[in-house]
């Protein structure tokens, strides 16, 4: 992502036409155009270099506007809730209550999610709130910054202690070494309604849904969902569309982690009115699914190309991508991805930086390709992007062949392990991967060298870690 980018944090990625409308008016006055959505449920924008003092205006529409990187958007499941499949007491009510009752911006990133949907990731956040069957509490999955590994909070929390325990956390959580120590601290500090967990949290497998389009919703409303081909919204549409909603009586428009929008409660009456609005706009509604499910940097052309690069080659040779989803990461130190599949970049060795070298990139894919499962294997390193069609195809045969299997989290296929696998070393940083078998020629370390044979001051070619930062991993080969 550019890294330049202001963002507006819009709570779970809700809001209403109406301060949409006057975000949009501000974002206009500095001589805007566009607006991207981020994968946070955020909008992102940059500021024009003789529009700085334009932000002080925001405050008069009672919105954050973000500079810096430490304070995070909240982000929650309401845009599933009455569209998808949806655990039975969690309402789009119980989200807005919610949402409502966060009175400070949080340093931690916070999920509020239903484990029955698919569309909103459960486990990218630092504090992942995940819809329990009993009513009104919640598993609590803690994966802290400097945590390696994420540890659920022995017991379930009640809903309206969400924000209590969040906070407690804020306080506390850069001195905190395990979840035991976590549970301890907040039982001594806060006082709070908890529920003894009856059983481990259990996420069942779903495709990816199809969220682009006019969908029926209930007996005589409709919901409908956006793409935008390049995540650049244009904000005079936006504007416009907000009118219609007003008009309409459409209370709110939700934000996906997709880079797309959701509009629920659409009466069966106004239906014309949209598609006569659409038309006008020459929006298309039914963008195939080799290029809506991605997730990319924002307003990053290199990644953009690459998508449209691999959606032509898809499209070219007849490739069913349907319920996978594809991830390009330009950072290979950042590694909160929920796709399916992620295409990442590698960053030029020190030494050969300054000279005209061709991208290499890793391919990794989730256990299952579920990104729940939150188990990476890598399936290609240091590949050229000539070579990436053919080893993304090789993948989507492979996840069809898999398709029905039963996965859930926790749940392990070791009863027929793949042939073609050994063990390796990789770095929990950035996933480089040490193999004796070829060893690491940047740092002059000669195949067959053993990871216990590397010496003590060795460090990761691509991000610079430790040696000790390395961890045993499974590497799957073709």
Not at 90 to 112: A, C, M, Q, V
Not at 209 to 215: A, D, H, K, L, S
């Amino acid at each position: 992502m550019n890294d330049n980018l202001h963002r507006i944090l819009i709570k779970g990625g809700v809001t209403s036409p109406g301060e949409l409308k006057d975000l949009i008016a501000m974002l206009e006055q500095m001589g805007l155009t566009y607006v991207h959505f981020g994968s946070r449920q955020d909008l992102l924008f940059p500021i024009p270099e003789n529009a700085a003092d334009t932000l002080d205006k925001f405050s008069k529409v009672k919105t954050d506007v973000i500079e810096e990187r430490s304070l995070q958007n909240i982000v929650s499941s309401y845009v599933s809730a009455d569209a998808f499949d949806m655990t039975y007491w969690l309402k789009g009510s119980t989200y807005l209550y919610l949402l409502e009752r966060f009175d400070y911006l949080p340093k931690l990133k916070i999920n509020i999610t239903d484990p029955k949907q698919r569309l909103v990731p459960l486990f990218s956040g630092d504090l992942n709130f995940i819809a329990s069957e009993s009513e009104d509490y919640w598993y609590l999955n803690v994966k802290l910054p400097h945590w390696d590994q994420s540890q659920y909070y022995p017991v379930l929390i009640y809903s309206w202690d969400i924000i209590t325990i969040s906070k407690a956390i804020e306080n506390i959580y850069e001195d905190v070494s395990d979840v035991d120590e976590l549970f301890y601290i907040l039982n001594q500090t806060t006082k709070t309604n908890n529920k003894t967990i009856d059983k481990a949290l259990e996420v069942p497998y779903l495709t990816f849904p199809y969220y682009e389009g006019v969908n029926r919703m209930g007996i005589d409303q409709y919901w409908l969902g956006l793409y935008w081909r390049n995540n650049k919204y244009d904000l005079g549409f936006l504007k416009e569309f907000c009118g219609f909603c007003l008009d309409n009586s459409i209370g709110k428009i939700c934000i996906t982690p997709w880079k797309s929008f959701i509009v629920k409660g659409i009466k069966q009456k106004s239906r014309p009115e949209l598609e006569r609005f659409l038309g006008k706009w020459g929006i298309n509604i039914r963008h195939s699914q080799l290029e809506m499910n991605w997730h990319l940097p924002v307003d990053d052309k290199e990644a953009l190309d690459l998508k449209n690069f691999l959606v032509r080659s898809f499209d070219q040779n007849d490739i069913s991508t349907y319920g996978l989803t594809f991830g390009i990461s330009s950072n290979p130190v950042k590694t909160s991805h929920f796709s399916s599949v992620i295409i990442q970049k590698n960053s030029m060795p020190e030494m050969v930086k300054g000279f005209e070298v061709r991208s290499t990139y890793n391919v990794l894919h989730f256990k299952g390709f579920d990104p729940n499962l939150q188990e990476l294997i890598t399936y290609a390193q240091d590949v050229d992007k000539i070579e990436l069609p053919g080893l993304l195809m090789e993948l989507s045969k492979k996840y069809f062949d898999e398709l029905g299997q039963e996965k859930s989290i926790g749940s392990s296929n070791d009863k027929n392990p793949n042939k073609n696998s050994r063990s390796v070393h990789q770095c929990s940083s950035c996933l480089t991967i040490y193999d004796e078998v070829i060893g690491d020629e940047t740092a002059g370390i000669s195949a067959g060298t053993t990871f216990e044979q590397l010496p003590d001051d060795y460090k990761c070619s691509v991000c610079e870690s430790s040696k000790a930062n390395f961890k045993v991993a499974e590497f799957q080969f073709s």
